[in-house]
């Protein structure tokens, strides 16, 4: 397919992804929900932090910065990958648009790239606004040390970690995706039950050290866990691993995700077209 | 008199019928349903293990998830029903009938609870063995007693949202999306709601749930009776008797604007 035709396409997704997430509401309107909804589920994982804290009595300011990043940067992990799972039934079911995309002269592959890539934008603007407000509530209000050098971030480190992490969760979004153009049973769900499985095994709250080691194993597999101990390494400078032994880990799981997405996507689009399932329309 | 009872019950029968068949037909549904939940509720139950917070917190946790899925229940099977129903065009169906709306959600509310009581108990069991929840049950029947109120009120409240989707699509679609974690966050679904800031626990006295949980968690864990639950009896019972009269005007108001407005049958809001 020629570059410009991919490109136009994209284009054109992104813009469509856009508006179908935002012209139902103004842009204050949609600020605030793109905000609301993580940063409840941010000052709920800090809530129970502070509490616990108090029962015991001791507040130790670096592990709620673990938790304070570990959580904002799930987020955007779970934007991007829900935002992907949910597209299928969207546009199939929904919309019902997704075969006139597939008889289009460009591709479902980059259209679904556009659509990821909305997503992204969503994300990160959630992420800032959820990390900024949080930052306010737990320090500017609630008068909570956090030991963060704002400053201080390494941005270069930072900016690689996210390319790396954001490719790697696009080609997750790319497997829910192919598993919901085959089926249409799990398709409101599959976004929470990966993202649960992530949020348990991927050192989001508590260091994973703490699972069994079954457990651990799990997590080292998991490049959610690198990417976050890579961000977490950018931002707060914790010593507890190696940044570069991080990285090489989140590029090699990203490798694996990548090949495993492009595997399962191309399958997902032979079978449904050798079953007719490009406009099966189910209302599971 | 008795011959719109006797149908208007049929018709609850019937919807809740349809939706027990409907939401067990999938059985990896079922599955997924009753063991993921498990996930991320053992996540914070390692938060708190990282704090080194004593065992009663795990039984907050998985009493807040246990809860925390008729919420669920509530807002997506319940509230954003008719969004689901104008979709797939049997919205017109239950407008044309000579039954009561009411009726409709009263049977999707029964029919969601059968449902979510099958998964809240899978939960609440697996929770509780996996993390060795300390209970100190002495009077199961206050426990129960709340937990039927907190039910009743959680539901009143889905009719009251109910209304809402026979109008607005993607407004109200996006709103009970809203409600989800800001929800679990005020009603302080794994922790104690004493420990939020004055402001915030004026919130969260708006929300059944918050004296739901609380409740359950007294009468389960501390081991208090209905003498000191009391407040959250009255609580919910009050929540109730508004609820459900609101839900009722809301309804036939919304239905009227949305036949003046000819939004009734409009899909792809």
Redesign the interface.
Known sequence: MAVNTVLRTVKQAVWLGWKVDTN??DPLVFAI?YM???L??L???G??????????D?FSGE?FAF?LIGNSFFIYIVQIVMSMSMLIHDDRA??EVLKHIYLSPSSLTWYILGRALNGVVNASLSLLLTLGFGVLIFQGI?GLPIPINWLGIDLPMLALTMLLGTLCFVSLGYVLSGINIMTS??QF?LS??VS??L??FGG????PE??PSWGQTISNALPVTYFLKSVRFSILHQTGGDFQTSLMLLSLTTLVTVGISVGVFRFAMHKARKDGLIDKKE?Y | MLDDLVRNLRVAYARLWVRVKGGNR?P??LI??MF??I??L???V?????????AE?AGFVVIGGTMLAFWTNVLWNMSAQFY?EK??GTLEAYLVAPISRMAILLGMALGGFVNTTLRAVAILTVGSLIFQVPIALNEPFTALLIFFLTIAALYSLGMLFASLFLLY???AW?TA??L???V???SG????VR???TLLQLLASLVPLTFGLDGIRRTAISGEGIAQVWPHVIALIVFTLILLPLAKLALNFMENLGKKEGRLTLR?Q
């Not at chain 1, 989001?204 to 260091?207: A, D, E, K």
């Open positions: 139902w509401a929900y609301v909804r993580p409840a589920g000052l709920m994982a809530f129970m932090f502070y509490v616990g804290s108090t029962v015991v001791v592990h938790l929904h919309y609630l049973r799990v769900m929470e039950y649960s499985i949020y348990l989001v709250i508590f260091t703490l699972l209302e | 999938e990896e549904w997924f349903d993921l939940p996930f991320t053992s996540a914070y390692y938060l708190y293990k990282m704090l080194g917070v004593g917190f689901w979709e797939t699509g993607r407004e996006h999306s809203l989800q974690e800001p679990q966050f005020i679904s794994f922790y104690p420990y939020l800031p792809w």
